[in-house]
């Protein structure tokens, strides 16, 4: 089974703040993806990644940025923490032809 | 109209029942289809892809009807563990990225 692995379940960041959400997979996929998902909102993809070094905006990539050096590895920055990036954020990886795996979330808190 | 469309619900069913989800999608140029399941306070995880002849996994039974752009999920014999929300999902051609829809949200009850 493909692994997603998020690294942190839960945190607890202060406005203003950098923060870094690290996210790995261990199946040589070439696509990853971040999203964030909020009641109501559903899944919104903030960016994603189709191979090394590449990287495309989503739907709502404003106060966030992202970093691909190696394959398995997709992170996602937010330049400056606020309180409105409170949210639940997945990250997923996907194979060509096939839907995603997602790692378990990382639940952010911004105070 | 939004790309991928669902009844939002909730639905709540007593054990034992028969329940079914529809969807639309606005792109009729999608390709595949699926439908992730989402448990509170957890990541989706992949129920069942959906064929064009439809397919069947036990309880679960979905369909395609691509004229109509619309994908239906049937639960039969509802248990407890099936609550849930389920997400349809879309893949469009010349695209990296599935389409989600917001959900349904199941309560089967006792």
């Known amino acids: 089974d493909v692994k997603v692995t998020q690294s942190s379940r839960y945190l607890v960041k202060r406005t203003g703040e950098k923060v870094f959400l690290e996210c790995v997979q261990d199946m040589d996929h070439e696509n990853m993806f971040w999203y964030r998902q909020d009641p109501g909102l559903g899944l919104r993809l903030i960016y994603f990644?189709?191979?090394?070094?590449?990287?495309e905006k989503g739907d709502i990539p404003e106060g966030y940025s992202v970093s691909r050096e190696k394959k398995e590895r997709f992170s996602l920055i937010l330049e400056s923490a606020s309180t409105n990036q409170t949210s639940m954020y997945l990250c997923?990886?996907?194979?060509?032809?096939?839907?995603?795996?997602f790692g378990s979330g990382t639940r952010l808190t911004v105070v | 109209r939004k790309e991928v469309e669902q009844d939002p619900g909730p639905f709540n069913v007593p054990e034992g029942a028969t329940v079914a989800f529809n969807c639309t999608y606005s792109?009729?140029?999608?390709?595949?289809f699926f439908w992730y399941r989402q448990d509170c306070r957890k990541e989706p995880k992949l129920l069942m892809s959906?064929?064009?002849s439809g397919n069947e996994d036990g309880r679960f039974t979905a369909q395609l009807n691509r004229a109509s752009q619309y994908i239906s999920l049937l639960i039969r014999d509802s248990k407890l563990s099936d609550s849930a929300t389920y997400l349809c999902?879309?893949?469009?051609?010349?695209?990296?990225?599935?389409?989600f829809g917001k959900g349904t949200k199941l309560s089967v009850i006792p």
């Open positions: 792109n009729s140029a999608s390709q595949s």
């Open positions: 990644s189709y191979d090394v070094k590449m990287k």
């Open positions: 959906v064929y064009s």
């Open positions: 999902v879309v893949f469009g051609a010349g695209s990296y990225q599935l389409t």
């Open positions: 997923a990886s996907r194979d060509r032809g096939n839907g995603y795996t």
